[in-house]
């Protein structure tokens, strides 16, 4: 069992590593954003605290994911867990792990996917395109104005994470603009290092 954590900006292709980590090791994926949709219609107590606070348009704290957290690390294992999208901060990080430790778990693996910002940029508008011309939708924040504000916000708030889980030497860095396939294997390089 092998619990990482994805860090990456927005469009690194972490919910894609992360879905073929689950499909291929047994892995489950914490996806902050699914977890809390879960919770809000779950209608467990944490579920009804979640649902009120989405209810009147406030940001869900930090106690509350740690909840959401401690719920799933006491359930099924599986082949260990991928944090996708949380931590977030540094006070997040430390709260992770202080639940990991408290939970008797280790966080073996950090793992950050490598982009180059204007590469990126142009990966996410075409991808939108590509949705588009499939005849599908393209999700409303595929273009470069949105994804420029994502950036910032990943680089203010996330890009921080990397110094620290340096500074714990347990960061790995991965060149996220390969294939799927050669991200995969570089992934796959790490986790069996």
Avoid: C, W
């Amino acid at each position: 069992m092998t619990n990482i954590i994805l860090l990456g900006p927005p469009g690194a292709g972490k919910g894609t590593q992360a879905a073929m980590l689950v499909e291929e090791r047994g892995m489950i994926q914490l996806s902050t954003g699914d977890m809390l949709r879960e919770a809000k219609d779950s209608g467990t107590e944490m579920g009804k605290i979640v649902a009120d606070v989405m209810a009147r348009g406030d940001l869900v704290t930090d106690e509350i994911v740690i909840g959401l957290i401690r719920e799933k690390l006491q359930g099924d294992k599986a082949g260990g867990f991928i944090f996708d999208g949380f931590p977030r901060t540094l006070a997040q990080a430390d709260a992770l792990g202080e639940l990991m430790a408290e939970q008797g778990e280790t966080l073996d693996h950090v793992i950050e996917l490598q982009v180059n910002d204007e590469v990126l940029v142009d990966r996410i508008v075409g991808r939108a395109a590509e949705a588009v011309a499939a005849g599908g939708t393209a999700r409303a924040d595929d273009n470069a104005e949105s994804l420029k504000i994502r950036l910032m916000a990943y680089y203010k708030q996330t890009s921080p994470l990397i110094g620290y889980y340096h500074a714990k030497g347990m960061l790995k860095g991965v060149d996220g603009l390969g294939s799927m396939d050669g991200v995969k294997a570089e992934i796959a390089g790490v986790l069996e290092a």
